[in-house]
């Protein structure tokens, strides 16, 4: 299997997002060719800050592997992680993360700032462009709607 084919997984799981009404991002976490872990947005419908596609895509992935430590995992995400899901990445030791569409104002991966590159206890590889054009659109399609309604 290859790198498009767990992004587009992502992206399935960036539909069921936008199906729900949340900003339609999807992650998958995968261990050798099995993915161990899926999130997607859910920060309207949980009322939770903390429900971005990448920390749940962790957080199952450390209840299916039994821990913490995904230092043998890469994640595959629809938009380039924030602040706050580059650190759980780094936090929870993936080893790489591809990400899709660039997230100019709040992009922790190298639009904005690039946290993989500070000096922290671990540093995640980054390659981004991944299905570059698959994953802009649909965040195209989903605010276009969101301001024809």
Request: include cysteine; charged fraction near 30%; proline fraction near 3%.
């Amino acid at each position: 299997m290859n790198k498009e084919f767990f992004m587009r997984e992502a992206l399935k799981l960036a539909e069921i997002a936008a199906g729900e009404g949340e900003i339609p991002v999807g992650a998958v976490v995968v261990k050798g060719d099995e993915i161990v872990g899926r999130g997607y947005n859910r920060r309207e419908s949980a009322k939770n800050a903390l429900a971005h596609a990448e920390i749940s895509a962790i957080d199952d992935a450390c209840k299916n592997l039994g821990g913490w430590r995904l230092w043998q995992c890469d994640m595959y995400v629809t938009l380039e992680p924030c602040p706050m899901c580059a650190g759980a990445i780094i936090n929870s030791r993936i080893q790489n993360v591809y990400y899709g569409a660039k997230d100019e104002k709040n992009g922790s991966a190298g639009s904005l700032i690039n946290l993989f590159d500070l000096d922290f206890t671990h540093k995640p590889n980054v390659e981004s462009g991944i299905l570059e054009k698959e994953c802009s659109k649909i965040l195209i399609d989903f605010f276009k709607k969101l301001r024809d309604n």
